[in-house]
């Protein structure tokens, strides 16, 4: 399965840690990691997923015109041009949301992925109605698993 891993491009040691976890936890359960591709939440779920002990694929889909501004750990970078509006891509290409912290970027993806009867899980990020609120990375993931 793919997973978009959303969440805010600058966040701190806390989210940073729960992105990392939540990357690696989808890569030991064989999953994709799909993403923006640049920093903060994104950047360390493609760490997290790189650095399992099973690494998975990460792609990401980039804002910008340019594949090198994806972070290190991106495998496929997609670089589309266009904006924020690359955010429809990011969630239409994951069978499963998870959210991380984030601001309207976020919450738009959230709600994209809800519009497409997506199941989202979120850590500390908005709360919004059909949005499962998980403690932790292991339940994030389970989540998404059991309602995909």
């Known amino acids: ?10 966040v701190g040691r806390d989210d940073r840690e729960r992105a990392e976890a939540v990357g690696r936890k989808l890569a030991e359960r064989g999953h994709e990691v ?28 980039l804002p910008t015109d340019d594949p090198a501004d994806a972070n290190e750990f ?17 969630v239409g290409n994951g069978d499963a ?5 984030g601001r309207y970027g976020t919450l738009s993806e959230i709600a994209l992925a809800l519009d497409r009867n997506v199941p989202v899980a979120a850590i500390a990020s908005h709360d919004v109605e059909g949005v499962e609120a998980v403690e932790s990375a292991a339940a994030a993931v389970a989540y998404v698993e059991e309602h995909a």
Do not use: F, Q
């Open 1 to 10: 399965m793919r997973v978009s891993v959303i969440g805010g491009g600058r």
């Open 34 to 61: 799909v993403c923006g591709g640049l920093g903060g939440v994104m950047e360390a779920a493609c760490r997290g997923a790189k650095e399992a002990r099973n690494p998975t694929r990460t792609i990401g889909i």
């Open 74 to 90: 991106v495998d496929v970078p997609i670089a589309t041009g266009m904006g924020n509006a690359r955010n429809a891509l990011v």
């Open 97 to 101: 949301a998870i959210a991380i912290d």
